[in-house]
């Protein structure tokens, strides 16, 4: 089955700091996606990567699969508030979905 | 913009009896899942759906789970005889036709066996 880890387990940052999310797979990744969960809410979907290499952006917040799709990471710039929540990468082995262990974001004023 | 919705948002069941959760995808969306999140765990894939059949199901969708789309608009879930285990947020999601489609989530029903 496919396993994805992600780091840090749990993130406190500053207003206005960077901060980087990694998650790695134990198998090529054919697919790899970003949720955003808030607490008691649903998961919302950030971005999607799929070709080695490939970087996405939107807003604040870019993503990065690596050149061998094994790894992502997740980058926030200067964060705000609002960007606090729990971060999920996710993977789609073309039978089952697969999500991450999760990042708990914390953005303090 | 569309968006998936699901009912209830909170439902309290005694243990052995049968629940269904049910879940309004996006209208041109073709398939659809279910997911659970015990509390503090991780997001685990039940079952997906297409074409009025199960497309896959995880070992977690027992024979105690069933989904079903009963008409054009709802897809719903059942477990027969819920178990205190059974406890946990359920998320229902519906995606385009094609592949590597992004999924879009709903808010989740938080269930409560006692």
């Known amino acids: 089955s496919q396993e994805l880890e992600q780091s840090p387990q749990s993130l406190i940052v500053q207003e206005g700091k960077n901060l980087t999310i990694n998650c790695t797979s134990s198998k090529t990744l054919y697919g790899l996606y970003w949720y955003k969960q808030k607490y008691g809410e649903g998961l919302i979907f950030l971005m999607m990567l799929q070709k080695g290499g490939e970087e996405k952006s939107h807003e604040k917040i870019t993503a990065k699969l690596d050149e061998k799709k094994q790894q992502s990471s997740l980058h926030i710039t200067a964060s705000q508030p609002s960007h606090a929540g729990i971060y999920l990468c996710?993977?789609?082995?073309?039978?089952?979905?697969?999500f991450g262990t999760g990042t708990s974001l914390t953005v303090i004023p | 913009e569309p968006e998936v919705t699901q009912t209830p948002s909170h439902q309290v069941t005694q243990m052995g009896q049968e629940v269904i959760l049910r879940c309004v995808p996006i209208s041109n969306h073709l398939y659809f899942y279910w997911y659970r999140q015990i509390l503090g765990q991780k997001v685990e894939f039940l079952v997906s759906f297409y074409n009025n059949e199960i497309s896959e199901k995880s070992e977690i969708f027992d024979d105690q789970f069933s989904v079903e789309r009963p008409d054009g608009s709802n897809f719903t879930l059942k477990i027969r005889s819920t178990k205190l285990e059974d406890s946990a947020m359920y998320f229902c999601?519906?995606?385009?036709?094609?592949?590597?489609?992004?999924?879009?989530f709903g808010d989740g029903t938080r269930l409560s066996i006692l």
């Open positions: 999601a519906s995606s385009q036709l094609g592949s590597n489609q992004p999924q879009h």
């Open positions: 996710g993977a789609d082995t073309g039978n089952q979905f697969y």
